[in-house]
């Protein structure tokens, strides 16, 4: 298989995750559990699996939930799971790693791990709350915070709250709006539509501090 056929059947799943949840319940039944845990697992643990579906596949569960066909609180336990082991894990490999990457990369200077540090002391807890909301920095954000070296017990407080809040939102919305007939209906639209504002928090957050560092 080519990258490029890895990269279409990744992006088929993605944008058709509603058939595909279905067809792994009805085809494995109860062992789509531990896949799903894998799934987020991996989504926020590594790096390198960033593309993997986060917000819209835990939205989907939740609305097969509402049909009967999964255990809403099993779910609950197992993606929180996922969550805040996958980001601890995260952070552990940043911490080892991090600065050996940065010093033998000639393209990250010095000053850019200080600056990182220096942002994560202050910034720190917002950002790992923030980061569960938006793909892709989701997966960044506990790295990079394991680089800067961010007090663990600091991460790990706001990686929980944060993880069972990303989770507890996504399963939930899934689980009350999932059977409305417009929402059943237009299921790829409203993964778009969760993929889209997603990425609000970040536009908030990026807008906000463009306004507090612009000269009066």
């Known amino acids: 298989m080519t990258a490029v056929q890895l990269i279409y059947l ?3 799943f993605l944008m058709h995750i509603d058939k595909y949840v279905g067809v792994i319940i009805s085809t494995y039944g109860i062992f789509v559990y531990p896949l799903l845990f894998f799934i987020i697992f991996l ?10 579906p986060g917000d819209s596949l835990i939205f ?7 049909r009967g066909l999964m255990n809403i609180w099993l779910l609950l336990v197992l993606f929180c799971a996922a969550a805040i082991l996958g980001d601890s894990l995260n952070y552990w490999i940043g911490n080892f790693f991090g600065e050996k990457v940065f010093s033998k990369i000639r393209f990250f200077k010095k000053e850019y791990l200080e600056r990182t540090k220096q ?10 709350v923030l ?3 938006i ?3 989701r ?17 790990l407080n706001y990686n929980v709250l944060g993880g069972i809040f990303w989770v507890s939102l996504f399963l939930f919305a899934g689980y009350f709006f999932g059977m409305i007939p417009w929402v059943e209906n237009n299921l790829n639209l409203v993964i778009y539509i969760i993929i889209l504002t997603s990425f609000v928090p970040f536009l908030i957050e990026y807008l906000n501090s463009r306004k507090k560092n612009k000269p009066n």
């Open 139 to 155: 997966t960044f954000a506990p790295f990079v915070a394991g680089i800067a070296k961010m007090r663990y017990r600091t991460f």
């Open 135 to 137: 793909p892709i920095i």
């Open 60 to 66: 989907i569960t939740g609305t097969f939930a509402a």
């Open 43 to 52: 989504e926020t643990g590594f790096v390198f699996t960033p593309f993997l």
């Open 131 to 133: 980061a569960r909301f």
């Open 10 to 12: 990744i992006f088929e």
């Open 119 to 128: 942002f994560y002391e202050v910034h720190g807890a917002k950002t790992i």
